[in-house]
Structures are given as structure tokens and as C-alpha cells.
């Protein structure tokens, strides 16, 4: 893996752009919708992100508020034709490891839940 160190955010943070075997791991995020483009730095990764939004991809298989915006308090509006249940599926695999589905997802619909578990 290799960073190339871009700066500091507001916060002091470090800003960087990585990449394994030449392959940027931001983009890779974006293009496969388990990252958003945060175009207060950078407006690189744009375009994956509307290909991954375009074809619903990771995150945008469903609704979301962007994360800049729920700290802003931005949330989504209650659906009173809702059922009065989550939609996510999360369960504990053998290597006792979390996993949570979302509605579209490719194990979705086989994943069966087991509350004795603690999965719910």
C-alpha cells in the first residue's frame, strides 16, 4: 500500500490518496457504493460515484442521508405507509462476525434471521 499525503483538513486531519498494487482504494470505495465523493476536497472521485448511484449500487441500493448532512441534522422522514419494522437484516456469521443485509442486496432474500442468536 502506498499514501500519497495530500494535506490537512479544517480539523487537522491528514488527507490522503492510497492505492494497493496501483489501484486507488478512494475510488475503488466510491465506484463500488461504500463511499460517497466529498467534494469539499476533492472532486476526483465524481463520476464513480454517479455510476455507482446510476446502477444502485452499495449504499445507494436504498435511501441514506449523506453524512455531512445528518451532522447538520438531516434525517430521513418517517413513511407512515411503512411497516412498523427495519428493513435491515443483520445476523452473526461462524466467525462471529456481524453482517448486515440491506433490501436489493445479493443474499437478501435467503438470509434468515435468528433472534435466540441475537441477531435481529
Given amino acids: 500500500m502506498t499514501c500519497e499525503d495530500l494535506g490537512r483538513d479544517r480539523y487537522k ?3 490522503a490518496k492510497c492505492a494497493v498494487a496501483g489501484e486507488d482504494l478512494g ?3 466510491v465506484e463500488n457504493g ?3 465523493a ?3 476536497y ?3 472521485y465524481v463520476d464513480e460515484e454517479a455510476d ?3 446502477v444502485r449500487r452499495g449504499i445507494w441500493a436504498t435511501e441514506f442521508v449523506k453524512p455531512w448532512e445528518w451532522r447538520r441534522g438531516k434525517r430521513i422522514a418517517a413513511n407512515d405507509n411503512a411497516p412498523d419494522q427495519c428493513h435491515i437484516k443483520g445476523n452473526i456469521n461462524r466467525k462471529d462476525e456481524r453482517i448486515y443485509h440491506m433490501p436489493g442486496q445479493k443474499a437478501y ?3 434468515r434471521i435468528n433472534p435466540a442468536k441475537g441477531e435481529r
Fill in 38 to 40: 466529498y467534494r469539499r
Fill in 52 to 54: 455507482a448511484q446510476a
Fill in 27 to 29: 475510488e475503488w470505495m
Fill in 42 to 44: 476533492s472532486l476526483d
Fill in 13 to 15: 486531519r491528514i488527507i
Fill in 109 to 111: 432474500n435467503v438470509t
Fill in 34 to 36: 461504500w463511499a460517497l
